[in-house]
């Protein structure tokens, strides 16, 4: 009988619930059939936007990935390269749909170290631009290109971090006041890595049509995912500790090398200049203090040799998937989407790694010197190594 | 913009993947890169750009001319000549001008919403002869006040640039006045803002041609000039008004052309007679650039500066530029050449690529 009265309830408020619902379709439907607001909308010219997303450079063809929007289709009608009209195909034909994607193949004897403007005239006359800052053969899947690029990825992710974990057997013997350094210092180094994960979000988002709301995606990505990641962390009853929490580390930084080998990845697509070794050193060492901040949670906790193999591949690895997907094909809305996940999954570990200090030492240890000091070391020290990339 | 959205890519990043590139000393991207340049200076593409694998400068498709109710051979070839009357022991030639708003497809794909004189850009080519008096009706059937200022000699009541000779929408106006000085000269709307009132098609050709008898030293150059005599018919005469659109209205154009539609004489030539001589009415209606240019391949020309002499001011020249407004006759001849297309264009390589590109046909 009271099963019933609920199930009777729930009945009376789902219908309830339809009425709002109804409402909503109902003023759509009337937006739509009477369009209102068309003495403000019939004069205006159609709103329109262009953004390149990708650039293919091979021999003699510059070939062209852009995503359009605007309040109508838009028709890509001329093409300009470095000021001149040239001929072009479009893949597929005709008109842009709001949203949509299209491929514009501009045969041109570009110049390889060179730069080119790129600009777009639409049926309205509007004119959109890009420029390639530095013409270079796109990287094609050969036998060669891919070493390349794995050993970019491997170099990216793999080597500093595996170098960073070696840190573990000398950390063993620090005392507890050594060891709220370390982890402090681990939390400054995950917070610096949180601040670059959505600055290089947002960057991609720049990239993106702005109607995607890259930015906003790029911020919920990362709530979401923080709070998914705590929730799940502690779902034990228990925070995260010992490997676990350095499985979590590993994941984070695991995301942030994900998009990081994308944006590597991509440089290598659209071009970069060749420099000096020193440039490679300085990335090595950078990525180091990630390996630093995985070791730091296990002190203690005696894991075995291949919890260190699991962790640093899961760390490392998607750098080089990303570097391989980064100079292949990849829109900057799903690159945002990576680096706002991986800021989530970054977030948490902070968040859990100042828990840990909190409960091994006491909320009060957070301000002590060692703790303080840590941590600035640790946003300085990846600042200091930043500038050397 | 957000602080967090540099347009382009960081320098980081290229620096990043630079780097590593450099370091690992195998470019995946520089053995291909090295020999796509070397490819591309081996084979250039012959002359403005044949090459089947390099493309070609030009726009892609065709404007619909029927459309726009007017096309470009016809607008170098035709002349306006207005009605014809006597009235006090003088000709009395009267024009009439209609400014109107139309949509007008200045290149293929591309709609522009021009102001015109008749429906087209340029306005009709109106040509009368030295001493008439003429009489040229504007009926202002657009959204905003237009007039037609004539660069000639006239008094101020009919300069087109204040009191009643600025026709609001629905008016009309008549300027009245002698045909002279004999040239090639050009007319325009002159209301406020001018820029704006004359990139959006508010201009034409207007040739005063000379009257032989008040020219008794040059007067068979005059007769070659002049319109219906016999020492005109082996002339082939040519409008040719050097115009640019800016079509996303930034101040700069998008699009140049001679007679509006870019690369349309490239595409199709205007066809010469071998053996007759070549007259170009050349005026400069190009906005936003302080100079226009035309360059005439192969061959070399006599000038005659705003058309108002009838000896050449500049002689065996190839190439001429026009400050805006500026304008001139051009006369060479094929007559000792092979058959062929024979090009010409602005020598501002920048109006040259974005469409002001042509062919002579010479047969």
């Known amino acids: ?389 | 913009m957000h602080p967090f959205h540099p347009r382009a890519i960081s320098r980081r990043a290229v620096l990043k993947a630079g780097g590593l590139l450099g370091a690992l000393g195998m470019g995946a991207a520089a053995t291909p890169a090295a020999a796509a340049t070397h490819d591309a200076q081996a084979v250039p593409s012959p002359g403005h750009g044949a090459g089947p694998r390099h493309g070609d400068n030009r726009v892609v498709g065709s404007v619909d001319h029927d459309r726009n109710g007017f096309d470009p051979w016809t607008i170098a070839t035709e002349f306006e000549f207005g009605e014809v009357s006597q009235e006090n022991g003088r000709t009395m030639r009267e024009f009439t001008l209609t400014a109107m708003d139309k949509e007008i497809e200045i290149a293929p794909g591309i709609m522009f919403p021009a102001w015109t004189y008749n429906g087209r850009v340029p306005g009709p080519t109106l040509r009368c002869v030295e001493g008439e008096r003429l009489r040229v009706r504007l009926l202002n059937a657009g959204t905003h006040p237009h007039s037609v200022h004539f660069h000639g000699i006239h008094s101020a009541r009919m300069d087109g640039v204040a009191g009643p000779s600025i026709v609001e929408p629905g008016g009309e106006f008549v300027y009245e006045f002698d045909a002279r000085p004999f040239g090639c000269h050009l007319y325009h709307c002159h209301t406020l803002p001018l820029k704006r009132h004359i990139h959006k098609g508010l201009y034409g050709t207007f040739i005063i041609d000379p009257d032989p008898q008040r020219h008794p030293e040059h007067a068979e150059a005059a007769r070659g000039r002049l319109f219906g005599t016999p020492e005109h018919a082996r002339w082939q005469e040519f409008v040719i008004v050097m115009n640019g659109f800016d079509t996303d209205f930034d101040d700069e154009n998008e699009f140049y052309a001679a007679n509006t539609i870019p690369f349309a004489y490239f595409d199709r030539p205007l066809q010469v007679e071998r053996a007759r001589p070549v007259r170009l009415y050349v005026v400069n209606l190009t906005e936003f650039d302080p100079i226009n240019s035309i360059h005439l391949h192969a061959n070399f020309f006599d000038y005659y500066d705003h058309g108002t002499t009838l000896t050449p001011s500049l002689r065996t020249i190839d190439t001429v530029m026009q400050c805006q407004a500026q304008r001139g006759i051009l006369e060479f001849t094929f007559a000792e050449h092979e058959p062929g297309l024979y090009m010409f264009h602005a020598h501002q390589t920048e109006f040259a690529e974005l469409g002001w590109m042509s062919h002579f046909e010479v047969t």
């Open chain 1, 1 to 389: 009988m009271h099963g019933g009265l609920r199930a009777e309830g729930l009945r009376r408020s789902g219908a309830l619930f339809l009425l709002p619902v109804l409402a909503l379709i109902g003023l759509v439907a009337v937006l739509f059939l009477t369009d209102p607001l068309q003495n403000l909308t019939a004069p205006a010219p159609p709103v329109e936007e262009l953004k390149v997303e990708r650039v293919v450079l091979e021999p003699g063809l510059i070939r062209v990935h852009v995503r359009a929007d605007g309040s109508e289709p838009l028709t890509v009608a001329q093409v300009q390269v470095d000021g001149a009209y040239r001929t072009f195909t479009l893949e597929p034909a005709g008109p842009i749909a709001r949203l949509g994607q299209t491929r514009i193949d501009i045969p041109y004897p570009w110049i390889d170290g060179e730069t080119h403007h790129l600009s777009f005239v639409t049926s309205t006359g509007v004119r959109f631009e890009h420029t390639i800052d530095v013409a270079q053969t796109t990287p094609r899947f050969g036998t060669g290109e891919v070493t390349t690029l794995v050993l970019v990825g491997l170099l990216l992710g793999i080597a500093p971090v595996a170098v960073g974990v070696m840190f573990y057997p000398a950390m063993r013997g620090f005392g507890p006041t050594l060891m709220d350094f370390i982890l402090a210092l681990t939390a400054g180094l995950l917070l610096f890595l949180l601040i670059d994960t959505i600055g290089e979000g947002f960057e991609m988002a720049g990239k993106a049509v702005e109607r995607l709301r890259t930015d906003a995606l790029v911020l919920v990505s990362g709530l979401v995912t923080l709070a998914g990641l705590l929730a799940i962390g502690r779902s034990r009853g228990h925070p995260p500790e010992g490997v676990m929490l350095a499985l979590f580390i590993a994941i984070g930084i695991g995301l942030h090398n994900f998009g990081e080998g994308l944006v590597v990845g991509s440089a290598l697509a659209t071009g970069a200049a060749a420099l000096a070794t020193f440039l490679v050193t300085g990335f090595v060492i950078h990525n180091v203090t990630e390996g630093l901040g995985i070791a730091a949670p296990m002190v203690g906790a005696r894991p075995r040799w291949y919890a260190f193999v699991g962790l640093v591949a899961i760390a490392g690895l998607p750098a080089v998937f990303g570097v391989l997907l980064g100079a292949q094909a990849f829109s900057p809305f799903w690159a945002a989407l990576c680096f706002g996940i991986g800021a989530g999954a970054i977030a948490q570990v902070v968040i859990e790694v100042v828990a840990l200090i909190s409960r091994r030492s006491g909320s009060a240890a957070l301000l002590k010197p060692a703790s303080v000091g840590g941590f600035v070391a640790g946003l300085a020290i990846m600042y200091a190594t930043a500038l050397l990339v």
